[in-house]
């Protein structure tokens, strides 16, 4: 009997053994991994950013859960988004592609951006479905001078398809803007990975509207098919100008595809944190009335 005893607990040992030695064998799943990893690569990312902005902390920066989104800078910096759950009862969404710091020197454009996804975070589902991209251009916010072109001196926002590119964004860098540094087109259209991931995101997500961030002139602007707003906060609409290769004219005009561009008053020194949710409400009540969803 005993032996019998001896016999069984051995035999239960050694089960239990050979158990948690499959079971600590088995790898950690893809999901998991992936999951991991983008969480790695926003730790990394946030600690080279967030230095340069202000009013954005490491953790707001953490906790704004954005992941790769498939393009790179020139220097290899990840163009980091995050899309929003739609709330499946609305009877109709609008497809919302929301970009930040187009010009790395423009740096609340970036910053604004992270206090809207942290407003959205804190609702489970939105009405529209949104596409947030806080900084599309890394290596200018980045530069040991922050500059508004990117690592290979391209204004991003001059770099864009517009009809007759070849001929009018040189001849209008040379003429207009006495060949400046800072507005230089690049020698190509799309030339540029950041640009071109804009491009290629315009293309796959289809977006309603894109509302693109910048600052100084502190207006609104508005190019394509809408009605444009009033105001959003204190800012009002005022046109600032159509340009060759600028994302306004090529999405807007050209692929009649609305670009809302929000001009913050400054650069470096945010609104207030009333003003910014202010011009957070009065956008979406905008993309509410007067954006029409997509027919698939």
Same mark, same amino acid.
């Given at each position: 009997?005993?032996?019998?005893?001896?016999?069984?607990?051995?035999?239960?040992?050694?089960?239990?053994?050979?158990?948690?030695?499959?079971?600590?064998?088995?790898?950690?799943?893809?999901?998991?991994?992936?999951?991991?990893?983008?969480?790695?690569?926003?730790?990394?990312?946030?600690?080279?950013?967030?230095?340069?902005?202000?009013?954005?902390?490491?953790?707001?920066?953490?906790?704004?859960?954005?992941?790769?989104?498939?393009?790179?800078?020139?220097?290899?910096?990840?163009?980091?988004?995050?899309?929003?759950?739609?709330d499946?009862?609305?009877?109709?969404?609008?497809?919302?592609?929301?970009?930040?710091?187009?010009?790395?020197?423009?740096?609340?454009?970036?910053?604004?951006?992270?206090?809207?996804?942290?407003?959205?975070?804190?609702s489970?589902?939105?009405?529209?479905?949104?596409?947030?991209?806080?900084?599309?251009?890394?290596?200018?916010?980045?530069?040991?001078?922050?500059?508004?072109?990117?690592?290979?001196g391209? %204004?991003?926002?001059?770099?864009?398809?517009?009809p %007759?590119?070849?001929?009018?964004?040189?001849?209008?860098?040379?003429?207009?803007?006495?060949?400046?540094?800072?507005r230089?087109?690049?020698?190509?259209?799309?030339?540029?990975?950041?640009?071109?991931?804009?491009?290629?995101?315009?293309?796959?997500?289809?977006?309603?509207?894109?509302?693109? *961030?910048?600052a100084?002139?502190?207006?609104? %602007?508005?190019?394509?098919?809408?009605?444009?707003?009033?105001?959003?906060?204190?800012?009002?609409?005022?046109?600032?100008? *159509?340009?060759?290769?600028?994302?306004?004219?090529?999405?807007?005009?050209?692929? %009649?595809?609305?670009?809302?561009?929000?001009?913050?008053?400054?650069?470096?020194?945010?609104?207030?944190?009333?003003?910014?949710?202010?011009?957070? #409400?009065?956008?979406?009540?905008?993309?509410?009335? #007067?954006?029409?969803?997509?027919?698939?």
């Amino acid at each position: 009997m005993r032996l019998l005893s001896a016999s069984l607990f051995l035999f239960g040992a050694l089960t239990f053994a050979s158990v948690r030695a499959e079971t600590s064998a088995i790898p950690t799943t893809a999901v998991t991994a992936k999951v991991a990893a983008n969480t790695g690569k926003l730790h990394q990312w946030c600690k080279q950013v967030t230095p340069r902005l202000p009013k954005v902390s490491l953790n707001e920066c953490l906790n704004s859960k954005l992941v790769p989104g498939g393009g790179r800078s020139i220097k290899g910096l990840p163009l980091m988004t995050r899309d929003f759950a739609v709330d499946l009862r609305a009877k109709k969404v609008q497809r919302v592609l929301l970009i930040g710091g187009i010009h790395g020197d423009e740096k609340t454009a970036t910053a604004v951006v992270f206090k809207w996804l942290a407003a959205m975070s804190k609702s489970s589902a939105q009405e529209f479905q949104w596409k947030v991209a806080p900084l599309v251009n890394p290596d200018g916010l980045l530069a040991a001078k922050s500059t508004r072109v990117n690592a290979r001196g391209v %204004d991003l926002n001059r770099n864009f398809p517009t009809p %007759d590119w070849d001929k009018e964004a040189l001849q209008y860098w040379a003429k207009k803007t006495k060949s400046d540094p800072r507005r230089f087109p690049g020698k190509k259209p799309v030339s540029e990975p950041e640009s071109k991931w804009i491009f290629d995101t315009i293309k796959s997500f289809q977006p309603d509207v894109i509302i693109s *961030v910048h600052a100084p002139f502190g207006v609104l %602007d508005l190019d394509g098919p809408a009605q444009p707003p009033t105001r959003f906060g204190r800012l009002h609409y005022n046109r600032v100008g *159509v340009y060759p290769g600028s994302l306004g004219n090529y999405s807007g005009i050209h692929q %009649d595809i609305p670009v809302l561009t929000i001009e913050l008053p400054h650069a470096l020194t945010m609104p207030s944190p009333s003003e910014i949710s202010r011009i957070w #409400h009065d956008m979406q009540v905008w993309i509410r009335q #007067h954006i029409s969803a997509r027919k698939n």
